[in-house]
């Protein structure tokens, strides 16, 4: 093997190397821009597209020249292409299976168990701001909730309107969500859950009605941004109504 080839190959190597760290970095650093606040959203999701489709590169890159650097015997280059690999396969393992959820999903950011008249929020309207989705109910959003999540319905329970609302209360706070307001006279408990990534803020409802059986509970969970919210809203409403019934 010639010298001047062998510089490429350590070339190569060295770029793979480098790039396979920089996707790493990318998609710790998109998230927690903007959470801070140094990033807008679609600033943080290029540079989590970008950290995705340079991982993809380098790992597929990185795997033809393991082949290379095998067939000649380059050990130590072959040893760092394969921690390029590694570094590359990180951004994908966090991807990938978020697009899968995604496509398995409706493109919807509004659950309610009311379909026909939601939950209202009152106290955390402010915090949403003139940028976040608004709150009307579409029809054409109501049917794919009603097609992909059936099991979504109304808590009937034998607890009076005050027992309701609070153990409502309780049940939010045990879920990790943060009770923002709580009011007895209107039968109404608002929450904010905060996601893990990239610290999105989806508002949570829940409006007790008393009735001469006890009471009615409907819940309603929105996402403030984005068009899909990869079925967050619904597991978490699904799961306040299992712990609440539990």
Not at 53 to 59: E, R, W, Y
Not at 214 to 229: E, M
Request: with cysteine.
């Amino acid at each position: 093997m010639g010298q001047l080839e062998m510089e490429e190959i350590r070339w190569w190597t060295r770029l793979l190397l480098i790039c396979g760290i920089i996707s790493v970095v990318l998609l710790i650093s998109a998230p927690l821009g903007y959470r801070t606040g140094v990033t807008g959203l679609g600033p943080a999701f290029g540079s989590l597209a970008l950290a995705v489709l340079g991982a993809a590169i380098v790992l597929v890159v990185s795997f033809v020249m393991v082949i290379v650097t095998t067939r000649k015997g380059l050990v130590d280059n072959r040893q760092q292409l394969v921690i390029a690999a590694l570094f590359s396969l990180l951004p994908l393992l966090a991807a990938v299976p978020q697009y899968f959820k995604a496509s398995s999903v409706p493109p919807i950011h509004d659950i309610s168990t009311d379909l026909q008249e939601p939950p209202t929020f009152d106290a955390v309207l402010a915090a949403r701001g003139e940028f976040s989705n608004d709150l009307n109910l579409e029809p054409a959003e109501a049917q794919q909730q009603q097609d992909a999540y059936p099991d979504v319905l109304p808590v009937t329970s034998d607890l009076s309107m005050e027992d309701a609302i609070s153990r409502s209360g309780a049940v939010l706070e045990q879920m990790g969500l943060e009770v923002i307001n709580v009011d007895v006279e209107s039968g109404r408990v608002e929450a904010v859950a905060t996601t893990f990534w990239f610290g999105f803020k989806d508002d949570f409802v829940v409006r007790v009605r008393g009735n001469s059986e006890g009471s009615r509970i409907d819940a309603r969970s929105v996402s403030r941004v984005g068009q899909s919210d990869l079925g967050a809203n619904a597991e978490r409403v699904t799961s306040f109504i299992a712990i609440f019934n539990s």
